[in-house]
């Protein structure tokens, strides 16, 4: 089975940086995207950041200028610095991956999409 593990949230004050990551672990053979949503008390999950299996990436306005995706396809990794970051970014963060296809042998099975159990980011003075 896939498994997702976030790491990196926690507590920074106002115009202070975070970096998460998120390792996807299994009889792995791609990753079409990755990304990271983020939920805040009482709103809808939304997307912050996705990436592309050869680096394309997307922003919600909220993240463009401030934060970065990245990620290591050989490691099936993805990353999400976070800059100059406001008390309104804080919410639960969860990793995605789309279009995950495994291996097992020649067999390729096309596996589907996983979530991470998420982190808590929490900006305040």
């Known amino acids: 089975q896939v498994q997702l593990v976030e790491s990196g949230g926690g507590l920074v004050q106002p115009g202070g940086s975070l970096r998460l990551s998120c390792a996807a672990s299994?009889?792995?053979?791609?990753?079409?995207?990755m990304g990271w949503y983020r939920q805040a008390p009482g709103k809808q999950r939304e997307l912050v950041a996705a990436?592309?299996?050869?680096?394309?990436?997307d922003y919600a306005d909220s993240a463009k200028g401030r934060f970065t995706i990245s990620r290591d396809n050989a490691k099936n990794t993805v990353y999400l610095q976070m800059n100059s970051l406001k008390p309104e970014d804080t919410a639960v963060y969860y990793c995605?991956?789309?279009?995950?296809?495994?291996?097992?042998?020649?067999?390729?099975?096309?596996?589907?999409?996983?979530w991470g159990q998420g982190t808590q980011v929490t900006v305040s003075s």
């Open positions: 299994g009889s792995i053979y791609s990753i079409n995207a």
């Open positions: 995605n991956a789309e279009g995950v296809r495994g291996y097992s042998g020649s067999y390729y099975p096309y596996l589907g999409d996983y």
């Open positions: 990436i592309g299996s050869g680096g394309s990436t």
